[in-house]
T-cell receptor
Framework: NAGVTQTPKFQVLKTGQSMTLQCAQDMNHNSMYWYRQDPGMGLRLIYYSASEGTTDKGEVPNGYNVSRLNKREFSLRLESAAPSQTSVYFC?????????????FGPGTRLTVL | GNSVTQMEGPVTLSEEAFLTINCTYTATGYPSLFWYVQYPGEGLQLLLKATKADDKGSNKGFEATYRKETTSFHLEKGSVQVSDSAVYFCALDAPGSSNTGKLIFGQGTTLQVKP
């Protein structure tokens, strides 16, 4: 099993450009999450999908959109990138949202917006 | 609301020293508590967890006890190694009322172990 995979690993964008970060899991998990990691701030939740067919805003959703394409895939889209979105983005999944299960994280995407 | 506070880093220790990283939390109800570790250039990995008061999570020589009376979940290791150098995150998960499964993270504590 590959676990949680993310593409790309690195990306540089210019202000105003758009891009989609891809995430997939092969553990048959129901819930998926997108976080951003900034120095000194831990991880903050952007959007999540508690189950296939549902998505909800997290703590810092502005400037992002998500799509739960199917049970395996959960993508994050930046429509018009801004320098404030320079960060490391992590996708995570867990079996069920309402159980204290482990969240499994992908390796991250390092995004720089110039 | 729910929150997690970790001790400020970085923490620098010599090999074989004793490690404590403090973590306290604020939460409604009875959260589950986690420690995650992030090695350089990698994603987060679960280190240990505890789901109810007085539970002790342990893994790879690390331990943490869920103390409800002091709302704490401090991470300890008796003898650190250079390979333990990483960023450690305390997190809580308050499922049930919201059914979101989202984790609330502390800001992370960087540990550097010198030979």
């Amino acid at each position: 099993n590959a676990g949680v995979t993310q593409t790309p690993k690195f990306q540089v964008l210019k202000t105003g450009q758009s891009m989609t970060l891809q995430c997939a899991q092969d553990m048959n998990h129901n819930s998926m999450y997108w976080y951003r990691q900034d120095p000194g701030m831990g991880l903050r939740l952007i959007y999540y999908s508690a189950s296939e067919g549902t998505t909800d805003k997290g703590e810092v959703p502005n400037g992002y959109n998500v799509s739960r394409l199917n049970k395996r895939e959960f993508s994050l889209r930046l429509e018009s990138a801004a320098p404030s979105q320079t960060s490391v983005y992590f996708c995570a999944s867990r079996f069920r949202a309402n159980l204290p299960d482990t969240q499994y994280f992908g390796p991250g995407t390092r995004l720089t917006v110039l | 609301g729910n929150s997690v506070t970790q001790m400020e880093g970085p923490v620098t220790l010599s090999e074989e020293a004793f490690l404590t990283i403090n973590c306290t939390y604020t939460a409604t109800g009875y959260p589950s508590l986690f420690w995650y570790v992030q090695y350089p250039g990698e994603g987060l990995q679960l280190l240990l967890k505890a789901t109810k008061a007085d539970d002790k999570g342990s893994n790879k020589g690390f331990e943490a006890t869920y103390r409800k009376e002091t709302t704490s979940f401090h991470l300890e290791k008796g003898s650190v190694q250079v390979s333990d150098s990483a960023v450690y995150f305390c997190a809580l998960d308050a499922p049930g009322s919201s059914n979101t499964g989202k984790l609330i993270f502390g800001q992370g504590t960087t540990l550097q172990v010198k030979p």
